[in-house]
């Protein structure tokens, strides 16, 4: 994971941390230190990960962190450089915990820094319309355009030779060298990510960003949500067609091509070299191959080997989707 | 049916009310005054209303309407109180008097009344970004913010602490407190609500409006439809995550969760503590009970009982689903 | 084929199409001049078109062009007046040379000519919102109204009587009379055409445009792609709801009605008097006939012909559906 956006309140004594998650231990050094909070991949000996599911076992027998939140039946899956926190429900407390860390990064009002970028040091070097609007920590390379009325918010780099349609609102996103997103997008808020809760649901924090590689394109109208603790991913040389949603922490590998009005939940993680027809939609937390091809309208609800040629809803392998509706 | 927000040209004298809908009938007191046409159920005596199929056969007996727009056979489940005036298109009739009782709720031509909000009373009682419009008749809660580029057009209340995003446009529309709304929304917009009829279609009017209850979210680029008749509601405390469609008349109960890109077509009525999976899809006029669960991708055309988990196109009971589809 | 919009850079030289497409031919009168690239229907004598499916077999025989880029197992299809350039692959071929004809067909930056409307020869003659931009080469008709922050670009022609929403973006097309375009569309950008390509896919110019024909109606949020080498159609009296996708060469015939959300992809052909249920999505290159009901939620991946009522996924007749659906 990498959040080079967000602000880290951190470091926090294990104390802290201990007293934020209501967890009492008197045999833990409450003086040490915790710099960060990572998913149980990126995580390393200064930091506190999480682990809330048998999906992810393999994982987190080899994760790096010292202390890990999660649960009575999974901590013994924990290696032993790994210091179980036994909480009650894992997720409530890790956001609840990301939220002292990263308190900037549960809302997704406007952002106030914008301006317009011919009050900025941006004006003279990038090609842009009117009433253009740029927040704080941004950057833009050469040769790029922005069309109007366009606001490129806070938390922004956008590589050389770019061009960003009209009407699009763009945030904690990295975009790559050659990358063109068209009109009317909304790219980096949060994800549909929270806790339900009758009455008033709670909103866990989004520290991921959108990556966009090299040589995408982003068609008009589509949405694309930052990662929550993780990092939602367009690989390179990848096209999105008009009204595409990509939900948080979703990756697609690169050479992928989606046609318009695609949906891929949360999670879901997209191979190279993928073809996704109209209106297909992919559940959460689901593994597609290389070399996919998925066909339109398809409704995806299982994991999809390499290879693969599948349509339906539930989607199935072409050939059998085909004979079954001769 | 509350319309808070158009201008009621009434009360008409039944004599006029007969001229419009073109019915001769010298047996009627034509000089009794009609000050509002309403649905079936929120129509007093002073009102006239319409009943127009089978289906509102229960609601009709109970009407306390005095006049009745409906059809030669329809009309003799009607109470004593109320007098069925008889026509032969009932939903032709009532587009032609409610666009004289409303006319300014036929066309949804941009806000021509909105102007910069820091040139209102609204400025310095409201956070805002640049180039914010608010139009006529807009009342704004304590501690809200609203993004850039953001229209709020004529006839809207919002509540305390609410946050609406960038590119949003917005009329017509009660937003009560704690709501947030992202950016490049459209709320409030007459329905897709016509009587087709070859070489030009006949538009009725929407008096309803879009109201949202307390700690709603609604996603980016999302499009909720005012009502025709009566109001679209979205209960307390219900998310809409990105890229959905709310048509006209919908009412959606309290802590329910709407993934992206769900359709839900006009009237349809559905429960609380509701689930819906992404890109799936309700047909109009249908009623889906309390704690619903609906798959990612369903395709939903029949009534669902409460507590019922369903999924597939049609949707049927999950279990079935998945059984046949192993 | 029409194409006011772009500026033709032709003629060329044969001895040019030649080099561009490397091809040697020495028997070829290489100082003819083609002034020039349409679709086989459209091209005249002093045109070149292209020739790439079996598919269009039927129409490549009466083609009036006298020139045509193919491949070596459809050339003996040509009539005699048309002398057969072979090339490898016909659309990669055919896009290059567009791309010589008509240079500014390719990429959809921006309109940087796009100034206010008050500071144009449009003010006082059209009624607008604040912030509205219109491009060069644009006409704009009597007693239209164009919303806030509405970008009109480059080659639009406005009849009379429509009105154009809010945060709308509009280029390449053509609106005839009595046509309402809500909030949040856009109209007119290229579609999603190119050649995949591992690294970096290759696009190819759009010199089609939208047509919109009388008296039709375009919901919040819709994107309409312009066509590659021939036209987008929106035909007369036709109505869309939000969210909806037109993919470019779409041509909908007169009086149909499509709900929300529905997708069609690039080169089908819809029929007149057409209902389309909302979400249902139709695959690319099919042919919808007049008269055809297509349910909510279908999936349509074969021609239908005229007077049919499907549903389905894939979509097929109604009754059966509704039979195998009990």
Chains 1, 2, 3 share one sequence.
Do not use: W
């Not at 549960?106 to 970028?117: L, R, T």
């Not at 068209?182 to 994800?191: F, R």
């Not at 009758?198 to 068609?219: D, S």
């Amino acid at each position: 994971m990498s959040n080079p956006f967000y602000k880290n309140n951190g470091p926090f004594k294990l104390s802290d941390v201990l007293n934020i998650l209501n967890i009492k231990d008197s045999n833990l050094n409450s003086d040490k230190e915790i710099k960060d909070i990572k998913d149980l991949n990126t995580s390393t000996e200064t930091d506190i990960t999480f682990f809330h599911s048998k999906k992810y076992k393999d994982i987190a027998k080899n994760t790096k962190a010292s202390f890990c939140i999660t649960n009575q039946s999974l901590k013994t899956e924990l290696p032993n450089n790994c210091i179980p926190l036994v909480v009650e429900n894992v997720l409530i407390a890790v956001s609840k915990l990301t939220a002292e860390f990263y308190p900037d990064a549960i809302n997704d009002k406007f952002d106030e820094s914008a301006s317009n970028i011919e009050k900025t040091t941006h004006e003279g070097k990038v090609k842009h319309g009117k009433n253009v609007l740029v927040g704080e920590n941004i950057t833009i390379g050469l040769n790029c355009s922005i069309g109007h009325n366009t606001i490129i918010e806070k938390n922004v780099f956008i590589g050389n030779n770019c061009s960003i349609g009209s009407n699009t609102v763009i945030r904690n996103t990295i975009i790559k060298n050659n990358v063109n997103i068209l009109d009317n997008c909304v790219i980096g808020k949060h994800g549909f990510g929270f806790f339900p809760k009758n009455n008033q649901n709670l909103r866990y924090p989004h520290i991921g960003i959108v990556l966009i590689e090299e040589n995408c394109e982003i068609g008009c109208g589509s949405t694309i949500d930052r990662g929550s603790m993780s990092n939602t991913l367009i690989g390179r040389n990848t096209y999105l067609d008009n009204q595409i949603h990509i939900a948080h922490n979703v990756k697609i590998g690169e050479n992928s091509i989606i046609a318009g009005q695609v949906g891929i939940a949360g999670s879901s993680t997209i191979g190279k070299n993928v073809k996704i027809g109209g209106q297909a939609g992919i559940s959460g937390h689901l593994k597609i191959g290389n070399n996919v091809e998925i066909g339109g309208g398809s409704g995806v609800i299982k994991d999809i080997p390499d290879n693969t040629k599948v349509m339906g809803y539930p989607a199935k392998k072409i050939r059998d989707f085909l004979r079954e509706n001769k």
